[in-house]
DNA sequence: CACATTTTCGTAATCGGTTACGTAAATTTA
DNA sequence: TAAATTTACGTAACCGATTACGAAAATGTG
């Protein structure tokens, strides 16, 4: 690999007229420019990016922390996020926290002494003290969704309370809808509970019920789980509004075991329009959130933020119905 | 941040001397590595990776490239590897090539400059003169699955010929299953074809019939569309053996559109045993590759290449049939 | 007690870049 | 043509660690 010094050498100059043509910074003669990159190219030189780092005190680096990979809506939000960024030159640097303290603690560390330059969180785990750490660190941050909204850096979030009002009104009034259930993700976890609040509004608007809110780990299998294990003991209810879609897959075998139709028997609704509700059988009611445009928003707002006097700013997204058959 | 100059000053000895302490490399008395251990925990002081990089040229990092992130199957890889990694100290960086070679060769090269120790490479495009170039770069390598096995370095490879067979075999044996067509992945892709190649074996030992062989992109779009297209228009086969789960879905959603019962009309067996496997409706018989553990597998073999005069290994991971409800 | 060994630790170079500052040469201005 | 200004580029410090080498101090040996 070659190095600032080779171009340098063999071009006769100092490694700093190198670093600044290549840089396009401060004034350099024509021929000197012309000769330089003519090395460059010769020699396949690439800056080497540890060293630039260290120098700069910031890589090109973007933290992504999330809680898992097994959910399609994170794996659809790596993916997009991804794409934004190295769209852009930034590379990402993963963290997945397994919805765990002490990893995200440790990630938050790493990102610090990685020189990464910005942080894209989703984590139940992270306060906003540790946001200020961060930016202490000159880390620029922007948190997505379950985070709260309202501290005082960047956020992208879902008006889940409206989701989960649009989700719960167009069950009811996608049939004779009369008693409903909630399947929540975990207790503590701020989507879900917004998500309810929107849902418990649209029951008082409806002559509706709301009978039972379960609760589940927003994976396929606890989805499955308890809905499985409420519908087997009890027939009391003719609709379920699923906190997301991985749930609401469970909840769609759960009643294929039990014999109960879908959506002739009970109407279930999901959240998060990930790309296999298209497909299932049948397939999905649900909330869409995130676009795919919403990768280079993110990244945007980060660059945006990083730059001094760049105040913070909170997005919405309009969560938007996608109704299928499952209603 | 405190930096190692800080905790030199405090201790009133020189960096060299903190730096052996932390490392554990070197003599020290007693008295000077607590009096120095005691100053790194009140100052909470941490190395700095991307210094500790630059002069050791070599970082924490270990590259990951796969071509996507949509399908359950490379999320839950990523997942697993994760996991293993963290375990280690080692952190992820993550390449996601969307199947481009452009995209490979951008990451191929940063994986150099960021120091990475090695890469851990699934990817139509890698081809073997790049995994030479990374080796001499200093990042040992070990391609995963999709990749060729007989490259000079370490591989990790399902014995897709065999789990192609096993997949048929059962779906023949499972019912009176006649004419059976194979879902396959993209052309160039060549687990795709060894697996094609298990399933003629298996045909040819059977009085069952090949009929036809269709072709998708491993998504479940594509899985739906090639099958759909292909079954509305003929009637002449009782079983589809699926090059991955997710066209299988793909499959499944096409026959309930289509009134095709599966699998009183149609037998379908996917491959991968993905996680929504167990829960799809109805649920999919598949052929099962990776574990969790192989996450640990990977990152040993890294560690163990590393070291000078370790010759690179190849390991076959031994694929299993998972019998379930479409067959 | 003189000498050999060992222990402990500091000096300084290095990794591969960036950049503030200064200076010599080229150009402009009067 | 001398002074002022601008252009082009080099020197050297710096980012935050690691490590080869050597020297001083401590310890052991006869």
Known sequence: MATIKDVAQL???????????INGKGEAAPETIEKILKIVEDLNYKPNSVAKSLSKRESNLIALLIPNLDSPFFSELVRTIEIAANKKGYQIY???SEDNREKVEYYLETMADNYVIGAIINSLHVKEEDLERLEANGISTITIDRAQFSHAYSALAVDHIHGGYLATKHLIESGHVKKIAFL??????????????????AVSETDAEHIVKLYGLFDIQSGYETSYDYLSNHKDIDGIVCSNDAMAYGVIR????????IPQDIKVIGYDDTVTAKFSVPRLS?????KPKLGNLIINELERVRKK?????KYEVEPELVIRETT
């Open 254 to 261: 759960a009643c294929a075991d039990l014999g109960i139709k």
């Open 11 to 21: 071009a006769g100059v100092s490694t700093a007229t190198v670093s600044r043509v």
């Open 309 to 313: 006097n760049c105040k913070p700013k």
């Open 184 to 201: 929540s993700g975990p207790k503590d976890e701020s989507s879900s509970q917004d998500r309810y609040q929107g849902y418990l509004k």
């Open 94 to 96: 993963l963290c997945n």
């Open 286 to 290: 649900t909330i869409s959130q995130f």
